[in-house]
C-alpha cells in the first residue's frame, strides 16, 4: 500500500479519535456543570452569589461550589491549597498577601505589557512573556477550541480577571479557617466585583481573560498539555453551567460608573487606620 494509504487512515483515525474525545468532555462537563449548580445552603443574593463566581475557575478545578461562603472543600486541603500557590501559612502570612495583592489589582510588568503589545501588532517579540502568551492563546484557540482568533478582543489580555481570580479564592478559603471575618469578605468581594463589571462583559469573557493571565504568568506548565486540558475544562464547565448557576447571579450588564469603582485603596479601609483585614479572628 502506498504511503498515501496510510497518511489518509491516520488522519480519519485521528479524526475520529478527536470526535470521541470531544464527545467524552461534553458529557464530562454536563456532568460536572451538574456537580456545581446552584442550590444554596445559606440565603445568598444574586450579587452575593456574582461575588463567589468571581473566583469560578480556581474553585472549578479545586472540585469546590458556590452554595456559601465558605469552601466546601476539607480544612486539611484548604491548608495545602494556601500553601502550595500563595505560600500562605498563617493568618498573618494571609493578610500579608491579600494586602500585598489588593494594591497590585490588574498590574503588568514592563515585559508583560510589551508581549501583548506586540501580540496585538502581529509582531513576535523574543522574550519569555511573549512566548508563554503565544503559547497560552495558541491553545486555547486552536486546541481547546475556547474562542476563535478572531473573537479576542483587548479586555482579553488584562490581568485584572486572574488577580481578581486568586482574590475570591482567597478569601473564600480565608474565611473557612477563621482568618478574616464575614463582613470584610463580603466588602472585599462586593468592591471586586464592581471593578471586574467595569472591565469585562460577560463570564465567558472573564473567565477566558483569566486563562490568559494563568499563561502569560506561566503559573501553569505549558510543556504538560493535560494539565492545560485540565484548566480549560474550568471555563467549559462553568459555561455548560449557564442555566443551573451563572444566570442565578447578578446580572454583568448592572450599570456600572467610575464613581462606584473605588481605587485600590479604597479596598483595604473599612475604617481608618485599620484594613479590611485587621479584622482577623
Request: proline residues 2%; neutral net charge.
Amino acid at each position: 500500500m502506498s504511503m498515501d494509504f496510510w497518511v489518509a487512515a491516520l488522519v480519519i483515525w485521528l479524526a475520529l479519535l478527536c470526535t470521541v474525545v470531544g464527545v467524552r468532555m461534553g458529557w464530562d462537563d454536563s456532568r460536572r456543570a451538574r456537580d456545581i449548580a446552584f442550590v444554596p445552603t445559606e440565603a445568598l443574593a444574586a450579587d452575593q452569589l456574582f461575588g463567589l463566581l468571581l473566583g469560578a475557575n480556581l474553585a472549578v478545578l479545586e472540585h469546590d461550589d458556590f452554595n456559601q461562603l465558605a469552601s466546601k472543600l476539607p480544612r486539611r486541603r484548604i491548608r495545602k491549597v494556601l500553601a502550595r500557590y500563595w505560600n500562605v501559612q498563617s493568618a498573618r502570612g494571609f493578610r500579608r498577601v491579600v494586602d500585598e495583592r489588593l494594591r497590585e489589582l490588574g498590574a503588568m510588568s514592563w515585559e508583560e505589557a510589551a508581549a501583548i503589545e506586540a501580540w496585538q501588532r502581529g509582531e513576535p517579540a523574543d522574550s519569555d512573556a511573549y512566548r508563554s502568551l503565544h503559547d497560552v492563546l495558541f491553545f486555547l484557540s486552536m486546541h481547546a477550541r475556547i474562542v476563535r482568533s478572531d473573537e479576542m478582543r483587548d479586555q482579553h489580555f488584562r490581568m485584572l480577571a486572574w488577580d481578581v481570580q486568586q482574590l475570591a479564592c482567597l478569601l473564600r478559603l480565608g474565611f473557612t479557617l477563621g482568618y478574616v471575618s464575614r463582613e470584610a469578605v463580603w466588602q472585599t468581594l462586593d468592591q471586586l466585583q464592581r471593578m471586574a463589571r467595569a472591565s469585562y462583559t460577560s463570564w465567558k469573557d472573564y473567565s477566558f481573560s483569566a486563562l490568559v493571565g494563568m499563561g502569560l504568568r506561566g503559573v501553569i506548565d505549558l510543556d504538560d498539555i493535560g494539565d492545560w486540558y485540565r484548566i480549560a475544562r474550568s471555563h467549559t464547565v462553568l459555561m455548560a453551567a449557564r442555566r443551573s448557576l451563572l444566570a442565578r447571579a447578578g446580572d454583568w450588564g448592572a450599570s456600572i460608573t467610575p464613581a462606584d469603582v473605588e481605587p485600590v485603596g479604597g479596598l483595604l479601609a473599612f475604617g481608618a487606620p485599620i484594613t479590611a483585614f485587621d479584622t482577623l479572628v
